[in-house]
């Protein structure tokens, strides 16, 4: 499946930001997605996950309490709503989807077969 990312740009330490991932010409209810983000010179870091069946969302230690993962009503595509934006979260944030990962391997990168390119997320101090 292809995914395309959308929403970022630039905020203030503090602010929000709602980010969204949409399958081309399907719609996503079938997939287990995640998202991730990786800054300049760091690995790749597991934000949040949504399950297919039950809806059931995962997050990162760092983003719990802050950042809500949700699908649409029609299923073509996910949110990451991001609150309480930190200077150190500046990263390209990127979503992936597969059918099928098992609960143990949601937060690893290795677990998605499809990704999206990429938005870029900036956090002003």
């Known amino acids: 499946v292809q995914l395309q990312a959308s929403g970022g740009g630039l905020v203030q330490a503090g602010g929000s930001l709602r980010l969204s991932c949409e399958a081309s010409?399907?719609?996503?209810?079938?997939?287990?997605v995640a998202w991730f983000r990786q800054a300049p010179g760091k690995e790749r870091e597991f934000v949040a996950a949504i399950r297919r069946s039950g809806g059931a969302t995962y997050y990162g230690d760092s983003v719990k309490g802050r950042f809500t993962m949700s699908r649409d009503n029609t299923k073509k595509a996910v949110f990451l709503q991001m609150n309480s934006l930190k200077v150190e979260e500046t990263a390209v944030y990127f979503c992936?989807?597969?059918?099928?990962?098992?609960?143990?391997?949601?937060?690893?990168?290795?677990?998605?077969?499809?990704w999206g390119q990429g938005t870029q997320v900036t956090v002003s101090s």
């Open positions: 992936a989807a597969h059918r099928g990962v098992i609960v143990s391997a949601l937060s690893s990168s290795n677990a998605y077969s499809s």
């Open positions: 010409g399907r719609t996503l209810s079938t997939y287990d």
